[in-house]
């Protein structure tokens, strides 16, 4: 099974395999393997751009050599997953609006006024 995460690179939907960082104290870039986890200021890259990529002018590029392999999905991402599944099917609750007003439901991006009878 291959990774959720997708690549970063704008347009780009590939699945993510590497993982790149910026050093800025050193001047360096770093791609390496797809880290466990997103990491802020990182960025995830599918195989295609993280051997294509190279580095800002003046900095050095460190690139892992090897395959770049998606990890397999672990017991976390499963259920994480499952918990997303249960989040979305639980039902709205009913509490009835305060002044009289019809209730809004909300669900997402969408809004359901209740069906005036």
């Not at 918990?83 to 991006?109: F, I, L, N, W, Y």
Request: charged share 25%; net charge neutral.
């Amino acid at each position: 099974m291959r990774s959720h995460r997708r690549c970063s690179k704008n347009g780009c939907s590939q699945p993510a395999v590497a993982t790149l960082t910026y050093v800025y104290a050193e001047s360096t870039a770093v791609i390496g393997p797809l880290a466990v986890s997103h990491e802020p200021h990182t960025y995830d890259l599918c195989e295609g751009h993280a051997e294509r990529l190279t580095a800002p002018k003046g900095w050095d590029l460190v690139r892992a050599e090897g395959d770049w392999a998606a990890p397999p999905p672990s017991s976390d991402d499963l259920a994480a997953l499952a918990d997303a599944v249960r989040e979305a099917a639980r039902p709205a609750s009913a509490e009835p609006a305060k002044d009289g007003a019809p209730q809004v439901g909300r669900r997402g991006h969408l809004r359901a006024l209740p069906n005036p009878r």
